[in-house]
Each structure stands twice: as C-alpha cells, then as structure tokens.
C-alpha cells in the first residue's frame, strides 16, 4: 500500500494576515502546497488528505482540484472546534484551533495505512517527501516505529520575526530523544536564540528541527485520542492551549510507547510566516525551477 499524506491547511495565518495556504507563490500562480504535491506524488506518495475548516473549503477545492484531481485521490477531513470526546465541550471564549494533534486525529477515517503529516504552507523540497516515502513503505502498519524530517535550524528562521521550532535531541542511531517546542526562535548572528521565560538561550544554529513533516503509523490515532483527553482535562478551560503533535510525540518517546526515527535532509525550507517571507520563497521557488528541479506550470 502507498502511504498517505495528510495536509494540515486549517491554522488561521493569523501573523501572516490572511489564508496563506492559498496564497500563489509560483510565476503561474502555483500554491505551496501545489509543489508539496507534486514531490509527493514523484515520491510514491498515493492519496493526499487535506485538514481544513468548513469556512475555507469552498475557496480551497477552488484552487486546488482542477489542477490535482485525477492525478492523486484527494479527501477532506474538518477540523472543527466542537469535534471533542464525550464529556468534553469547548470553553465560550475559544476561537483558536486546538492545535496540530487535533487537526491529525480529524482524518482518522481517511486514513488506512502508512502516512506522512505536514503543513500545507512550507515548503519541504523533494529529498524530504522521498526520504519520507521509503521510512512509510517499510512501516508496520500495526507498528509504533515513527519518523520525523528534521531540518538544520538556520535553514528554518524567517529574518522578519521569531517562530515557533521544535527542537530535537537524538541518540547515536538517529533516533529521537527529545523534542521540545520553543514559541520564540530567531536569528542571533550566526547562530540563533531563544525565549526561555524572560531570558534568551543560545543556539548554535546546526540544531535538528522538526518542522512537522512526521511519518505515522495508523496505530497514532489511539495514541493521539488519549492524549487529547488527558489535555483537555488539564488545559481545555483554556482559550488558547494547544494540542502540538510535538509535544504528543515527546510524550510517546519519554514513555517507550513509540521510536521515532529522525531522517536528516539537506533540503531548505520556505515557508510564508509574515507577509514580508513571501518574496523569499518566491525567489526560492524560481531558483530551482531555474534549476529544472520544477516545471512550469507546474501541473504540465
């Protein structure tokens, strides 16, 4: 069986100031995620599922089918704000999303085997989706062995604002150990720093990140609903805690209930966190279309 990739393109672009997962970056109006197709589908990916909001999806099947359907099977999950277990309802002030771990568990029943997991507005290049594909097509998929894409850090930082960056820790074999998500990474020099409550800690720079491109196994949605629940009995009063696939992920390795392979890429990321990236990834864009690693359009 083909893995699956999912597409998480639900997260509201609140700092970038609009829907940037429907955003053209490409000189023939090509979205990211267009090109994160496309990789997919050269890497033996076989079906493709987009996590969205219900208020979006007109809008996004617009842009997106008439240039894909037909040449991968495409399905929709929904992540929704009331989508909670019983016993559970969403706090009167709550409008944020609860996060990445909720948008996974909401394609549950579109996914059968194998799959891969990123967001639909970076860019990860073709190395990544075929390092990806091979960990998937050996997976057990009744198994608990797990992957994650991880990026060289300065390849990751926009030079207009801090972002969030979960960093990685792993053992000589290239299995994770650690994972920690930090809300305020920038650049620092040569290197980086981050927000440590209210003091900044340095980074070399060379740190592995994920940058939630994970490869799964089916058996994570188990994990992942008790995981929600045990959140949401702690923090789900609150308005603005999420549930992060990073954290669900360290949580699972800490506790040997999963092994989670790293796989090095010497791809570099593009990725559209304020408005002012965007001319950087459409110059990174056309620096490999140039190249000849892209037709154009893209979809020809």
């Known amino acids: 069986m083909k893995p699956t990739l999912v597409i998480m393109a639900a997260g509201m672009g609140s700092r970038y100031g609009g829907l940037k997962q429907i955003d053209p970056v490409g000189p023939s109006g090509e979205i990211v995620l267009d090109y994160a197709i496309h990789d997919a589908i050269q890497a033996g990916f076989g079906a493709a599922v987009f996590v969205i909001r219900r208020d979006i999806e007109a809008d996004f099947r617009a842009i997106v089918e008439p240039h894909w359907q037909g040449r991968i099977p495409l399905a929709y999950a929904f992540q929704e704000l009331d989508d909670l277990p019983a016993g559970f309802a969403r706090p009167a002030d709550r409008t944020k999303p609860w996060g990445t771990g909720q948008a996974i568990l909401a394609c549950r029943a579109q996914v059968e085997g194998p799959f891969a997991v990123i967001n639909a507005d970076d860019f990860y290049g073709a190395g990544s989706f075929r390092a990806l594909a091979g960990f998937l097509r050996t ?14 850090l300065r390849h990751t930082l926009s030079d207009h604002g801090s972002v969030a960056r979960a960093l990685c820790a792993c053992d000589a074999e290239g299995r994770l150990t650690r994972i920690v998500e930090r809300l305020k990474v920038e650049r620092d020099g040569d290197g ?11 980074l070399t720079g060379d740190e592995p990140v994920s940058m939630n491109m994970f490869g799964f196994t089916p058996t994570l949605f188990d994990q992942l609903d008790h995981a929600f629940r045990d959140f949401l009995a702690r923090e789900g009063e609150s308005p603005k805690a999420e549930f992060l696939i990073p954290t669900v992920v360290g949580d699972l390795i800490t506790r040997g209930e999963a092994r989670v392979s790293v796989l090095p890429t010497k791809e570099s990321w593009l990725g559209v966190t304020f408005p002012e990236d965007k001319p950087a990834v459409k110059a990174g864009i056309q620096a490999r ?10 979809w020809e």
Do not use: C, K, M
């Open 192 to 202: 980086a720093r981050y927000l440590d409550g209210g003091d900044w800690r340095p």
């Open 289 to 298: 279309i140039d190249e000849g690693l892209y037709p154009t359009p893209l």
């Open 139 to 152: 997976a057990d998929p009744a198994g608990t062995d797990y992957a994650l894409v991880g990026f060289t």
